[in-house]
């Protein structure tokens, strides 16, 4: 079955820190691969996508997230966290027979310290 | 600019009662979907219509009818609200291709008490 993990439930650093957020997919043949975001009270933003081409992909916000396909990963990456970066991050793909339909990991929560 | 709207934004139910939460988007998207948000499980699919006229079952569909009432509207009725149903529903549209991800609603926060 298809599916999209994400290992980590809550993520605390302090500003300045450097993020990696793990997402791990489990599709056959060609996959497409989301990060989204959430801030609190707010609906899911797009912040990066992959489709092919080149594994690293630059997002919004200082975001990027690198496609291993032997790994089967697709982590979110940030090299220096702000407070204003605190929400929930979600994991998203697509692909195989299923192309439109996204499946979500379960979410990881960052908290990001002053 | 609206993109896609969701009403109502919080809606209090009693067990067995039925309500139909309303989604319009306004971007000509041929695809429209349907997700329920729970703490831990991050966001599941009820139902999507891939197109006009289409509708298919998710991956927690049980309970739920959707109607795809025009390319523009989608919704989702809950016929006898159970406190299970309690969740934050999102609906989203996109153009069905490989190449975009979804635009979301602003959710609905639906207790069942």
């Known amino acids: 079955a298809q599916s999209v993990s994400q290992h980590n439930h809550h993520v605390i650093l302090s500003e300045a820190a450097s993020l990696e957020l793990g997402c791990n997919y489990s599709?056959?043949?060609?996959?497409?691969l989301f990060w989204y975001v959430q801030y609190p009270g707010q609906h899911l933003q797009l912040l990066l996508k992959?489709?092919?081409?080149?594994?690293l992909v630059k997002g919004i916000k200082g975001f990027e997230a690198e496609f291993i396909k032997s790994k089967f990963s697709f982590n979110l990456r940030k090299p220096s966290v702000q407070w204003s970066d605190t929400a929930e991050y979600f994991c998203?793909?697509?692909?195989?027979?299923?192309?439109?339909?996204?499946?979500f990991g379960q979410g990881t929560i960052l908290t990001v310290h002053p | 600019n609206a993109g896609v709207t969701q009403t109502p934004k919080f809606q209090v139910l009693k067990t067995g009662q039925s309500m139909t939460l309303q989604c319009a988007q306004d971007m000509n998207h041929n695809s429209m979907y349907w997700y329920r948000q729970d703490p831990g499980m991050g966001l599941r699919l009820i139902y999507y219509?891939?197109?006009?006229?289409?509708?298919d079952k998710g991956e927690v569909p049980n309970g739920y009818n959707v109607s795809r009432l025009n390319k523009r509207e989608f919704s989702l009725r809950l016929e006898s609200a159970a406190p299970s149903q309690t969740s934050v529903y999102f609906c989203?549209?996109?153009?069905?291709?490989?190449?975009?991800?979804?635009?979301f609603g602003s959710g609905t926060r639906l207790t069942v008490v």
């Open positions: 992959y489709f092919s081409g080149d594994p």
């Open positions: 599709y056959g043949g060609t996959v497409n």
């Open positions: 989203a549209s996109s153009d069905g291709s490989r190449l975009y991800g979804y635009t």
């Open positions: 219509s891939a197109s006009e006229g289409t509708t």
């Open positions: 998203a793909g697509s692909g195989g027979t299923s192309y439109g339909k996204l499946t």
